[in-house]
């Protein structure tokens, strides 16, 4: 679906400006990330509002996104599975009750998680080494906000963003 277009996309911009660097193939990836991204965003804020939860459901979008942003974490193998997987997630976190006492065990457990494995950092993704212990900083510190925040949907948006940092989490989610 968004790789159709960006592949469309990246066609048009490269004839429109053959003399640029860039293949095609690389402007087309490029473009299906941030097409991708704009599609759960949108998605998300529209159930959100439809539910009435659109307030809260913007609180989960910028949470996730923060501590995703210096945390890093597994991605989907496809451009549609982590469009749904992201859209639903997001989507189901202002809707969820938890109990207000509970909520301490998932800001420790997500602290434990981002202390222990933030930032996830590949080769591929160019981050340079001498960064990797500020955006563990960075991330803690995010989590911790969290907490004094106490806030249901930011937790539970931090949460499951901690989740996706579990190694063994992503060797079993892609196949």
């Known amino acids: ?27 087309a990836y490029s473009l299906s990330i941030q097409l991708n991204g704009i599609a759960i965003v949108v ?8 539910t ?12 996730f996104s923060l501590l995703r942003l210096v945390s890093g974490g597994w991605h989907a193998k ?11 997630i997001i989507s189901l976190i202002p809707h969820l009750q938890i109990d207000k006492s509970l909520l301490l065990y998932f800001c420790i457990v997500s602290f434990l998680l981002v202390v222990i494995y933030a930032p996830r950092s590949k080769e591929e993704n160019n981050i340079p080494s001498s960064a990797l212990p500020y955006l563990k900083i960075v991330s803690v510190i995010i989590v911790c906000i969290g907490f004094y925040l106490d806030n249901t949907v930011v937790n539970l948006a931090l949460f499951v963003q901690a989740l996706t ?6 060797r079993r989610c892609q196949p």
């Open 78 to 88: 496809t451009m549609t599975t982590c469009y749904w997987l992201s859209t639903i």
């Open 43 to 50: 998605s998300s804020l529209i159930i959100g509002l439809i």
């Open 1 to 27: 679906m968004v790789e159709k277009l960006a592949l469309a996309l990246a066609h048009k911009i490269k004839k429109a400006t053959p003399e640029e660097s860039t293949s095609e193939e690389v402007l």
């Open 165 to 170: 940092l579990i190694p063994a989490l992503e």
């Open 52 to 63: 009435g939860k659109g307030y809260d459901t913007l609180i989960a979008l910028v949470s």
